[in-house]
């Protein structure tokens, strides 16, 4: 997949409302949600690593500091077109290799049933039980960094 970049951005940037769209077109909208209710509460306060070939966003991935040691991957998106080829790992193992360099120890993310065995590949392992979000089963998983 070449020309691919992957770039640390905030609300504001250029590419943001790239990032929203597909946020709702791979998250969203598919459950039936409005273009209205993609933004979370703390948008602002978290990182937002996005995949794009120019101003196209392709994927992108969302990390909320929860204290100075972890916090939790959220908004994990990659354009239905590019699914499968390698780009939402890509986008995990940088987000984490940033999180590293700012001292976060550790991780943890609310899975969509499906998508787990996406995470496990990539180091993270289900706890607790199963609940719903969204109306969809999902899984908590969690790493540590340093593993
Ligand atoms: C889930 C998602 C982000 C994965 O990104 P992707 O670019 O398609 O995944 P990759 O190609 O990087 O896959 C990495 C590895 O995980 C595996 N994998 C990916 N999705 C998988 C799935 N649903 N089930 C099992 N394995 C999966 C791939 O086969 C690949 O394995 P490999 O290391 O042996 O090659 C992407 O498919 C997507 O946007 N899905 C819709 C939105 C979604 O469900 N987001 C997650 C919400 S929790």
Redesign the pocket.
């Known amino acids: 997949m070449p020309d691919v970049t992957l770039s640390l951005i905030h609300p504001g940037h250029p590419l943001y409302e790239g990032e929203l769209e597909l946020r709702f077109r791979?998250?969203r909208e598919p459950l039936g949600y409005t273009r209205a209710q993609v933004a979370f509460p703390f948008e602002a306060d978290s990182l937002h690593l996005v995949a794009h070939q120019g101003d196209t966003v392709l994927?992108c991935?969302l990390f909320n500091p929860e204290d100075a040691h972890g916090g939790r991957l959220?908004?994990?998106?990659?354009?239905?077109h590019?699914?499968?080829?390698?780009?939402?790992?890509?986008?995990?193992r940088s987000l984490e290799e940033e999180l590293r360099r700012r001292g976060f120890t550790h991780v943890h993310?609310?899975?969509?049933g499906?998508?787990?065995?996406?995470?496990e590949?990539?180091g993270y392992a289900v706890y607790g039980e199963p609940f719903t979000e969204v109306g969809i089963p999902?899984r908590h998983m969690r790493k540590a960094l340093d593993t």
């Open positions: 791979v998250l994927g991935v959220f908004q994990m998106a990659v354009s239905p590019l699914q499968g080829q390698g780009l939402g790992a890509r986008l995990v993310l609310h899975a969509r499906p998508v787990v065995p996406f995470y590949r990539l999902h």
